[in-house]
T-cell receptor
Framework: AQSVAQPEDQVNVAEGNPLTVKCTYSVSGNPYLFWYVQYPNRGLQFLLKYITGDNLVKGSYGFEAEFNKSQTSFHLKKPSALVSDSALYFCAVRVDTGRRALTFGSGTRLQVQP | GAVVSQHPSRVICKSGTSVKIECRSLDFQATTMFWYRQFPKQSLMLMATSNEGSKATYEQGVEKDKFLINHASLTLSTLTVTSAHPEDSSFYIC?????????????????FGAGTRLSVL
């Protein structure tokens, strides 16, 4: 079975400060890891993914994430937050074989204050 | 990135009616599409996996006769909520798994539609 944990329901950060949204995962096999962002009443937008290769992955809108195999984590980061980054962020995982559907974390609401 | 179009964006219907939601991959062929349901302030729950030309695979607890899925072509999957009731009110989101395109690495990414908010009165 595969699972994802996002331990924080909400993260608050001031504009211009760095942000981190945490994610840990559990899979049997090699993980494919993803971050998506959701704005109100909208579908999910793909931010970035880790399949293989460099542990630091760069994605859209200045976001990046670091894959840490020993800690089974894939935290989302951005050096300088913008008010427009305020949204709901989902971490997702699937394994490289078998079931292809993503398993999502519970989501973390990011609130960036001006 | 790849585009997935979902229609309609919002539906309000009376109890007992059926509602069809369409999901189209606009610029790529999607052999696999997924249907998710999202309750307020909750994560996405996978309902079913749809493969072109074959029957959908439903997750445990999802009623096959209630949520009919058809994936007739490589660019279109439909979800029909039959005899909808107020408890079916939710946000339904489809996604399509990217087809292989040389050099873009899109084949491992799921692209999502904008979602359909269903309200059953």
């Amino acid at each position: 079975a595969q699972s994802v944990a996002q331990p924080e329901d909400q993260v608050n950060v001031a504009e211009g400060n760095p942000l981190t949204v945490k994610c840990t995962y559990s899979v049997s096999g090699n993980p494919y890891l993803f971050w998506y962002v959701q704005y109100p009443n909208r579908g999910l937008q793909f931010l970035l993914k880790y399949i293989t290769g460099d542990n630091l992955v760069k994605g859209s809108y200045g976001f990046e994430a670091e894959f840490n195999k020993s800690q089974t984590s894939f935290h989302l980061k951005k050096p300088s937050a913008l008010v427009s980054d305020s949204a709901l962020y989902f971490c997702a995982v699937r394994v490289d074989t078998g079931r292809r559907a993503l398993t999502f974390g519970s989501g973390t609401r990011l609130q960036v204050q001006p | 990135g790849a585009v997935v179009s979902q229609h309609p964006s919002r539906v309000i219907c009376k109890s007992g009616t059926s509602v069809k939601i369409e999901c189209r991959s606009l610029d790529f062929q999607a052999t696999t599409m997924f249907w998710y349901r999202q309750f307020p302030k909750q994560s996405l729950m996978l309902m079913a996996t749809s493969n072109e030309g074959s029957k959908a695979t439903y997750e445990q607890g999802v009623e096959k006769d209630k949520f009919l899925i058809n994936h007739a072509s490589l660019t279109l999957s439909t979800l029909t909520v039959t005899s909808a009731h107020p408890e079916d009110s939710s946000f339904y989101i489809c996604s399509a798994k990217g087809g292989r395109r040389t050099g873009t690495g899109t084949e491992n990414i799921q692209y999502f539609g904008a979602g359909t908010r269903l309200s059953v009165l």
